[in-house]
T-cell receptor, first 108, second 112 residues
Framework: TQLLEQSPQFLSIQEGENLTVYCNSSSVFSSLQWYRQEPGEGPVLLVTVVTGGEVKKLKRLTFQFGDARKDSSLHITAAQPGDTGLYLCAGEDDKIIFGKGTRLHILP | NAGVTQTPKFQVLKTGQSMTLQCAQDMNHEYMSWYRQDPGMGLRLIHYSVGAGITDQGEVPNGYNVSRSTTEDFPLRLLSAAPSQTSVYFC???????????FGPGTRLTVT
């Protein structure tokens, strides 16, 4: 069974700080996705990475796919209260499997 | 486009009752799936479908049935509800081979 481990589970930081959250697996995935979910809503896709070593930027968010395609990281620069939410990674092979998520809270 | 719609938004069932959670998408996506989300457990795949007439099991299929008679609709049936099925259920769809998955707003189900 493929598993995706996300760390940390919870993170609470002050507005303006930088942070990195991680998504790790012992399995190789053909692609990896990051979603953000707000309370009472479904997850919304932020980015998909498909190539080992790939880096994608979405404004203040930087996503990296590991060289071996087993892990990924999400770095947020100068966090803002609007970044608060549950961040989920999902690995795709023949099915899409989700990690348990990192719950991020940005304090104003 | 409405995207992915789910009904009902909230439901309370008694143990042993049956019900169907509805999911529809108007984007002509081939791939549809059902997930449940429980605190501390993330999203777990229940069943998925790669096209009309084709369904397959995910990680946690027991107690649930699905069918896919049209491209648009992918209902999830609970045959005999149990308290362990209390959860938030999400339906999602995507166009193959795109990896971009669109989620519905969810159905919050409580089984007493």
């Amino acid at each position: 069974t493929q598993l995706l481990e996300q760390s940390p589970q919870f993170l609470s930081i002050q507005e303006g700080e930088n942070l990195t959250v991680y998504c790790n697996s012992s399995s190789v995935f053909s692609s990896l996705q990051w979603y953000r979910q707000e309370p009472g809503e479904g997850p919304v896709l932020l980015v998909t990475v498909v190539t080992g070593g790939e880096v994608k930027k979405l404004k203040r968010l930087t996503f990296q796919f590991g060289d071996a395609r087993k892990d990924s990281s999400l770095h947020i620069t100068a966090a803002q209260p609007g970044d608060t939410g549950l961040y989920l990674c999902a690995g795709e092979d023949d099915k899409i499997i989700f990690g348990k998520g990192t719950r991020l809270h940005i304090l104003p | 486009n409405a995207g992915v719609t789910q009904t009902p938004k909230f439901q309370v069932l008694k143990t042993g009752q049956s019900m169907t959670l509805q999911c529809a998408q108007d984007m002509n996506h081939e791939y549809m799936s059902w997930y449940r989300q429980d605190p501390g457990m993330g999203l777990r795949l229940i069943h998925y479908s790669v096209g009309a007439g084709i369904t397959d099991q995910g990680e946690v299929p027991n107690g649930y049935n699905v069918s896919r008679s049209t491209t648009e609709d992918f209902p999830l049936r609970l045959l005999s509800a149990a308290p362990s099925q209390t959860s938030v259920y999400f339906c999602a769809s995507r166009r193959v081979p795109s990896l971009e998955q669109y989620f519905g707003p969810g159905t919050r189900l409580t089984v007493t």
